[in-house]
């Protein structure tokens, strides 16, 4: 089995990946390892900014459990609530043999040469369970740090939420100030059990030397929900990712939401995919993207449905600051059969100048305005959240979008 | 308090109000008639300064200051305000967040206090969690118009339709809250605000007793007069037959 998957890996190590520029890993070093910390609050001052930036608490308050991996080093990991787990994906596969039957089994170890690198040369990452019929609804978070110049890290997240359980994570992925350029792989499969329920808030707050291409995949079994959120408001050098969600059991539910700002040089190529499997199965991806200065975004969403009664939608919204920003909206939709229904609703524009002059009329200048319509642009309700993370979520957004304004 | 004067403006090339004169003294309330595509709604863009509606001659004065040249918002904060004959939809942006916009607040929640200024226009909670105009109704355009209006308390306040696709017992509410915004329930004497209305319907009129009406007819003001005297006579005759009469008569 490993043997297996460690040479189909081998074969792949060259595999250009279908989307996004192509990136010469062999450039990234792979970093020194780290002392570990006791508390989260350790962590040296200097990074403290960069881990609240991700959504991340260093004081670990509102928070059920807490991971943080530092470039290759898990220098944190722990949980305080039961009914929940938290540990290295390398420990975890140590002490369950069974998780053997979640390695890869959501994406291909072949499917290009990141996989492959992060199969070959895996520097933890995080595992997380959610024991049957547990309930926790304050989140886990997670953080992976980058902290060192021209490294690589390489993570492989597992996260499993057992029968009638429900688990909120947020991952907010970092780089401190000091990292000129760097490549995060991520790769993170996501298991959803019947009748469970997982939110997954993610923050990038990068920076525009780092090039990032995670790769994850969502399985989900009957009455099975998955939310996920995904805010990146940082520049970035380049990013490429396209999550894709198997709703396979009966009425599995997913939503994805995104919301992306983009500026500088960003080049971000970044979508969501989902596969409607089950019976009566549901699909909405919603997102909002903003282009200005140089960004380039390609904004992806897919929607294949392949069962009765499945239902998908996609609701791609792009608005474009700078004439030398280009945004490419892609929908797509795929039926394999008649009874079901897919739709999807792309726009891609600039402020109306008519929206601007009726907030003036109402006493705002023409800057405070456009700050409005922005803001409001990029306002997606966030549902499926417990109140407490909804608002958190909120204020997170609000954060990210007070310093890119 | 708005002296306009020979006023002739351009929209995007084409000349839609001609050497236009009108004055409106503090504690007065003028009433705007016309035809469809007139100039009315120009009238009031340009008085509100919005960009694209290009003064290429006259003035106009407000409150003793020259604000030809002013930004929208040096005008408002002014005292000017207007509500919106067929405001935009703002994605995003809910109506209770505009109602705090013209409070004069950037950011706020939707408290008791705004709930309250809501219920007065029969405006339920839900409605200001809504993004503003996003799938309103016709006539609930118009009161949240109003509202936004009633907190942002202009001192000239200019009203585009307010009655339009208003069902009659919504006018009679809009009516009266006009009222009050005008200062129409305070004695003569004391009132201090002034507002212009156009209205094709007149309903409004029955609720807020307006101080003097005026005709427009392409881009110019053709005729005023009395306000029960011009609106009898464009129900009865039509607006050109209106003017006339007035030329003849004299001021009507
Ligand atoms: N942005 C524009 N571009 C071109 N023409 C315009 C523009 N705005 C207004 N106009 C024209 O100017 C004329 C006056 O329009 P305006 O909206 O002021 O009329 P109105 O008197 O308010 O009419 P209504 O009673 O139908 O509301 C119309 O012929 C209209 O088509
Ligand atoms: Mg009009």
Same mark, same amino acid.
Not at chain 1, 77 to 83: H, L, R
């Given at each position: 089995m490993k043997e297996d998957r460690i040479e189909r890996a081998e074969r792949a190590r060259a595999k250009k990946a279908a989307l996004g520029e192509d990136i010469a890993i062999e450039d990234y070093g792979t970093g020194k390892e780290h002392d570990a910390l006791t508390s989260l609050d350790e962590i040296p001052e200097e990074y403290k900014q960069n881990l609240l930036d991700a959504g991340i608490e260093p004081s670990e308050r509102e928070r059920s459990g807490s991971f943080l991996q530092r470039d290759r080093s898990v220098i944190f990991?722990?949980?305080?609530?039961?009914?929940l787990e938290l540990m290295s994906t390398t420990d975890a596969i140590e002490k369950y043999g069974w998780l053997k039957e979640y390695l890869w089994k959501a994406i291909p170890v072949d499917q290009d040469k990141y996989t492959a690198e992060v199969e070959l040369d895996q520097t933890h990452g995080y595992f997380i369970r959610s024991e049957a019929g547990s309930k926790v609804t304050m989140p886990v978070q997670s953080c992976l740090f980058i902290t060192s110049d021209k490294i690589r890290q390489n993570v492989h997240n597992i996260v499993i939420a057992e029968e009638n359980s429900e688990l909120h994570l947020i991952t907010g992925c970092a780089v401190s100030h000091s990292v000129s350029s760097a490549l995060h792989l991520g790769v993170s499969e996501f298991y959803v059990k019947k009748g469970a329920k997982i939110t997954f808030t993610m923050i990038h707050s990068w920076s525009s030397g780092v090039e990032v291409r995670p790769r994850s995949a969502v399985v989900i079994e009957d009455d099975g929900t998955y939310v996920s959120n995904y805010i990146l408001m940082t520049p970035v050098k380049s990013l490429q990712t396209y999550p894709t969600t198997y709703c396979v059991g009966k009425n599995a539910r997913a939503t994805s939401q995104s919301i992306v700002y983009a500026s500088g040089d960003t080049k971000i190529d970044v979508g969501s995919r989902a596969v409607l499997q089950g019976e009566g199965s549901k699909a909405e991806i919603i997102s909002r993207a903003i282009a200005t200065d140089n960004a380039r975004i390609i904004a992806r969403g897919d929607v294949i449905g392949e069962a009765a009664n499945a239902k998908g939608h996609i609701e791609c919204r792009g608005l474009m600051l700078s004439d030398t920003a280009t945004i490419d909206s892609i929908p797509e939709l795929k039926a394999t059969r008649r009874d079901l229904e897919l739709s999807h609703?792309? $726009?891609? +524009?600039?402020?109306?100048? /008519?929206?601007?002059?009726?907030?003036? $009329?109402? +006493?705002?200048?023409?800057? /405070?305005?456009?700050?409005?319509i922005i803001r409001g642009f990029l306002n997606v309700d966030i549902t499926g959240l417990p109140d407490a993370l909804a608002k958190e979520t909120k204020k997170m957004f609000d954060m990210s979008l007070e310093k890119v304004m | 308090m708005l002296k306009i004067k020979n006023l002739t403006v351009e929209v995007e090339g084409k000349e839609i109000i001609r050497d236009l004169n009108l004055n409106i003294e503090s504690g007065e309330v003028h009433v705007l008639f016309g035809p469809n595509g007139c100039g009315k709604?120009?009238?009031?863009?340009?008085?509100?300064?919005?960009?694209?509606?290009?003064?290429?001659?006259?003035?106009?004065?407000?409150?003793g200051v020259d604000i030809t040249d002013f930004t929208t918002n040096e005008r408002v904060k002014l005292g000017l305000g207007m509500s919106f004959q067929h405001p935009p939809e703002i994605r995003g942006v809910k109506l209770g967040d505009m109602v705090n916009i013209a409070l004069g607040k950037k950011e706020g929640e939707i408290d008791e206090s705004m709930i309250e200024l809501a219920k007065?226009?029969?405006?339920?909670?839900?409605f200001l969690n809504r993004d503003v105009n996003l799938g309103f109704s016709g006539g609930e355009v118009k009161r949240s118009e109003i509202l936004q209006l009633l907190a942002q308390a202009p001192d000239f306040i200019m009203f585009d339709e307010p009655d339009s696709g208003v069902d009659v017992e919504n006018i009679e509410l809009i009516g009266k809250i006009m009222c009050e915004l005008l200062d129409r329930n305070k004695l003569p004497s004391k009132r201090e605000r002034s507002g212009l209305i156009i209205t094709h319907s007149g309903f409004v009129m029955h609720y807020i007793k307006a101080d003097r009406a005026h005709v427009m007819l392409n881009g110019r003001i053709a005729c005023s007069g009395m306000p029960d005297e011009i609106t009898k006579r464009i129900m009865e005759d039509g607006f050109e037959r209106c003017v006339e009469l007035c030329s003849v008569k004299g001021a009507c």
């Open positions: 990991s722990k949980v305080k609530y039961p009914g609703e792309a $726009a891609v +524009g600039k402020i109306a100048e /008519e929206e601007i002059q009726y907030l003036m $009329a109402r +006493g705002l200048s023409e800057d /405070e305005a456009t700050s409005v | 709604t120009t009238l009031l863009m340009t008085i509100l300064g919005f960009p694209n509606y290009k003064v290429k001659k006259g003035t106009i004065t407000f409150k007065r226009l029969n405006i339920a909670v839900e």
